[in-house]
């Protein structure tokens, strides 16, 4: 019976290199640093109860087999056993929960007040990203005011909307504080960054936000994992209907002046649809509220 845990063993062993060669690249965040760590030291917490407990399991069933020759002896407790086996794992397991505990609120704290604003809407089957202009100041938004091409639904009323822009990449600065502000206009989405270990539910009439800081550029990764076609991508975890899978979008992470430099060459969305100045929630009201008033007359 031995034989078996330990081929079991000597396969773990076995295989573990060829599994790692699959793993995630080392944490593109501070945060993911963080979190790696913690995933790191509870797996190596686990894996040392259970390789305790499963070979007293196997030793105990090979030690204490079936004897034709042996008298079975019984005792009805041991109060300094068990309050071993009780305390013990009680203390691990608070020790680990209070550690993610304090991982969880280092990762939620908030995001300093000179932090790159991006904002990303999840729908089906894609993502829309803006980005606020000098001002940094994203301006307000309605899901009512959504059409074919104002697809965030911005409302033009609120003055700090005006320089507002979309990007078809997100493009942040290395070691910079990024606020993440993320919302859906459908239905329940996801937003998945691996690299930068990012993910937080994009939630219909329920904004969320993730702050973050990463750590390499695009280029960087290209050469640390050898691949020059390597690109930061966000994704969608949540399944949300059939062009789930398709729900791809490119995260460009580089020094602060190419970022300032694309920065400054996008133009804000006004400048491309000017019919939209001026035009937000309250116009659209009124205008509803007539038409209401004019049905109710015929």
């Not at 041991?78 to 550690?99: G, Q, R």
Request: hydrophobic share 45%; proline share 5%.
């Amino acid at each position: 019976m031995l034989w078996v845990p330990i081929l079991g063993l000597a396969a773990t062993i076995w295989y573990s290199p060829i599994a790692a060669k699959k793993f995630l690249p080392k944490a593109a965040s501070i945060h993911g640093v963080e979190t790696d760590q913690l995933f790191w030291i509870t797996i190596a917490v686990i894996s040392a109860m259970f390789l305790v407990t499963n070979a007293a399991l196997f030793w105990f069933a090979y030690k204490y087999q079936y004897n034709k020759n042996r008298k079975v002896s019984f005792f009805h407790d041991n109060t300094k056993l068990e309050t071993f086996w009780t305390i013990l794992p009680a203390v691990i397991m608070a020790v680990l929960v209070l550690y993610g505990n304090k991982v969880w609120w280092d990762i939620k704290q908030d995001a300093p007040k000179d932090a790159v604003q991006v904002e990303i809407m999840g729908h089906q089957f894609a993502w829309k990203v803006r980005y606020p202009g000098k001002d940094q100041k994203l301006g307000k938004f309605d899901f009512r005011l959504i059409d074919g091409k104002n697809e965030m639904g911005i409302d033009f009323e609120d003055k700090t909307s005006n320089d507002d822009f979309m990007a078809g990449e997100m493009h942040l600065p290395v070691n910079k504080p990024v606020l993440m502000k993320i919302r859906a206009r459908d239905v329940l989405h996801s937003v998945f960054a691996p690299h930068f270990r990012l993910k937080m539910d994009a939630v219909p009439g329920m904004p969320t936000s993730f702050y973050f800081v990463p750590t390499k550029t695009t280029a960087q990764m290209r050469e640390e994992t050898g691949n020059p076609n390597f690109n930061y991508e966000i994704a969608c975890t949540e399944v949300c209907g059939k062009g789930h899978f398709a729900m791809k979008f490119i995260v460009v992470v580089e020094d602060e002046p190419t970022y300032n430099k694309w920065y400054a060459a996008q133009s804000p969305f006004l400048e491309k649809n000017p019919e939209y100045k001026g035009k937000g929630l309250s116009q659209f009201l009124k205008k509803n509220l007539a038409e209401n008033a004019s049905q109710e007359k015929q």
